[in-house]
């Protein structure tokens, strides 16, 4: 080895004899004694290696994309809900153009340009690390969608949901930092005072988020519930149980969206649990005279015939009082499901009209007249005179009588 040229690596500092090399000679050291990738192949030109490294790995990520669509394509239909189909389905696009975006960075490296092009390379390593955190998200969504399609209940999957997006953005955002090398010590000595202005500023998302927290382990409802506020009476379904906010399907085809605040701090009442039906109470009335028994017979027919109204446990008629001018009843029967419960009634009090209608079964209705007393007519007088008029109360079918008892 010549002294003094550049493959002189005997320059050492000796102290307590121990040699140490200098740092600069030793990484050139390495680099000169592991030869770099054309070197071993026996091509001089490191561009026709990048050349054969670009077409390999568009040739690899084609074979992925097209293999990929045609086993997709040629899976069964009983298939859809598997989850494995639903893991190569999410995985597939990541996959190809993740072997598209390596064949660029080792172009880079058999170029020797990785530390000359800090910013390209930190796009590339940007759009793998983005790529990749979509893909995740992407997962997740489709896992809950498995999960709900499955026979199995999974009662965590909504706060599973929550909790994958939060640890996917803030480790992609950690990735990120590292990536660019971002110095993040000026925003860390602030986060006391950033902390306390964050907190105030967000105090409803966070109060949100502790709600959404609190629903889930009080096991308040899940997805496909129907629930009902007290305090507004907003009535519907549960389709999505988010991070800030809880999503309900209204029975006109609406979608509100509703604070997990609002749901933590009010009553809610949920129609499903424990079982998916809900029983309504429908009023009935019946002239006085009519017999007590052949009503119930006629109501307990009637829900027989509705198919929404659940055999067991069997309806019941509560002969609930004698009202004012009205034998009054209690029809009380299970529904099917909770949003049903408007057309149940419907077709229980039509098929109520009809048989009573066909019995002869009168249904009392609120009545007034009003009768007047006729002064004698002057007959200088075109006009006549009429007394203050006298108005009956309310009765129920019965006759009201005038001043004279007539």
Not at 325 to 342: C, N, Q, Y
Request: net charge negative; charged share 20%.
């Amino acid at each position: 080895m010549v002294a003094g040229s550049r493959y002189d690596y005997t320059r050492w500092v000796n102290t307590d004899q121990t040699t140490v090399l200098d740092m600069a000679d030793f990484h050139y050291l390495a680099n000169t004694h592991v030869p770099a990738p054309f070197d071993t192949i026996g091509i001089e030109n490191p561009w026709v290696i990048v050349g054969v490294v670009l077409v390999a790995s568009y040739i690899v990520a084609s074979l992925v994309e097209w293999g990929g669509k045609e086993l997709l394509h040629r899976s069964d239909s009983s298939s859809t809900t598997s989850f494995n189909r639903m893991f190569f389905e999410v995985i597939h696009t990541p996959l190809y153009l993740s072997i598209g975006l390596l064949g660029v960075y080792l172009s880079l490296v058999v170029l020797d340009f990785v530390e000359s092009s800090f910013y390209f390379v930190g796009a590339l390593l940007t759009a793998f690390v983005v790529l990749w955190a979509w893909a995740a998200l992407r997962l997740g969504n489709r896992w809950i969608e498995y999960a709900h399609s499955s026979e199995n209940n999974y009662k965590f999957a909504p706060v599973f949901k929550n909790a994958w997006k939060i640890v996917t953005v803030i480790g992609s955002g950690l990735l990120l930092v590292s990536i660019w090398d971002l110095e993040i010590t000026p925003f860390l000595a602030s986060a006391g005072i950033l902390g306390i202005v964050i907190g105030l500023a967000a105090q409803e998302t966070i109060s949100n988020l502790i709600g959404g927290v609190s629903l889930y382990f009080d096991d308040t409802y899940e997805v496909g519930d129907v629930i009902l506020l007290d305090d507004d009476g907003l009535r519907g379904a549960v389709v999505d149980i988010g991070i800030r906010s809880t999503t309900v399907l209204t029975r006109d085809n609406v979608t509100v969206t509703v604070p997990n605040s609002v749901l933590n701090s009010s009553q809610v009442i949920n129609q499903s649990t424990p079982q998916r039906r809900t029983r309504m109470r429908i009023p009935i009335t019946a002239e006085y005279g009519t017999d007590y028994r052949k009503v119930e017979q006629i109501l307990l027919d009637v829900c027989d015939d509705v198919s929404l109204i659940h055999d067991s446990p069997p309806p019941q008629v509560l002969f609930s009082e004698f009202g004012d001018s009205a034998l009054v009843f209690e029809l009380r029967a299970f529904v099917v499901h909770p949003l049903k419960e408007k057309s149940a009634i419907d077709r229980v009090n039509r098929r109520v009209y009809d048989e009573f209608s066909d019995a002869g079964i009168g249904i009392p209705f609120p009545q007034r007249e009003l009768s007047f007393h006729e002064s004698e007519i002057d007959p200088n007088s075109s006009e006549s005179t009429i007394n203050k008029p006298n108005i009956d109360s309310a009765n129920y079918g019965g006759q009201s009588h005038n001043d004279d008892g007539h």
